[in-house]
Each structure stands twice: as C-alpha cells, then as structure tokens.
Nanobody
Framework: VQLQASGGGLVQAGGSLRLSCVASGRTFSRYIVGWFRQAPGKEREFLAYITKSEGSTYYGASVKGRFTISRDNAKNTVYLQLSSLKPEDTAVYYC?????????WGQGTLVTVSS
C-alpha cells in the first residue's frame, strides 16, 4: 500500500484546511488509518484514527473537537478536516495505515498556521 498525503498549506489562525490521504491498492478499506504530525524539534504526535469499514473514530486530546477524520473507501481516501487552527498546529502531517499497526506511511504534508 502506498499513501499520498496532500492538502497542506499556509493558513491564518482560526482558519481551516482539509487534508487528504489517498491510498493505492484494493484492500484499503481493511485498514485502520491514522493521522499524525511532527513539529520541528518535537516528537511525533498522534492525532486521530478511523477504523476499517465501520468508521469508528478516536482523537488525541490536543485536537479533539477541532479536527475530524473521515473516510471514503470507494475513493481509497481518508480525510482530516482541520478547524480552528492555531499557530501551534504548525507541523508536517502524516497519514499511516495498517491492519493492527501502522505499517504504511505517507510522505507528509506541511501545514503552517500564521498568527
């Protein structure tokens, strides 16, 4: 499985962005998909995941209520809607997928939030 993350960019504080993670391969709907981010000089941070076909979701504390993860298995795509963005949300955002662990990672997309 190859993952391609996109949708990052420069946005003002309070703004929104939608990130996309497009996967190759027919078995994408079988995988759990998660979003992570890493800011310069910081550890990678878990943001959210969505389960396989039923689409149950779970969020990290720092983004719960502001970010929304969703998936469209017909398009092999998982989205992360970012809202009420803060300068501290600036980071490279990654998507990852796998059966029971995150075996596949995308290349990351940069989100920059200006104050």
């Amino acid at each position: 499985v190859q993952l391609q993350a996109s949708g990052g960019g420069l946005v003002q504080a309070g703004g929104s962005l939608r990130l996309s993670c497009v996967a190759s391969g027919r078995t994408f709907s079988r995988y759990i998909v998660g979003w992570f981010r890493q800011a310069p000089g910081k550890e990678r941070e878990f943001l959210a995941y969505i389960t396989k076909s039923e689409g149950s979701t779970y969020y990290g504390a720092s983004v719960k209520g502001r970010f929304t993860i969703s998936r469209d298995n017909a398009k092999n795509t998982v989205y992360l809607q970012l809202s009420s963005l803060k300068p501290e949300d600036t980071a490279v955002y990654y998507c990852a997928a796998g059966d029971d662990s995150y075996d596949y990672w995308g290349q990351g997309t940069l989100v920059t939030v200006s104050s």
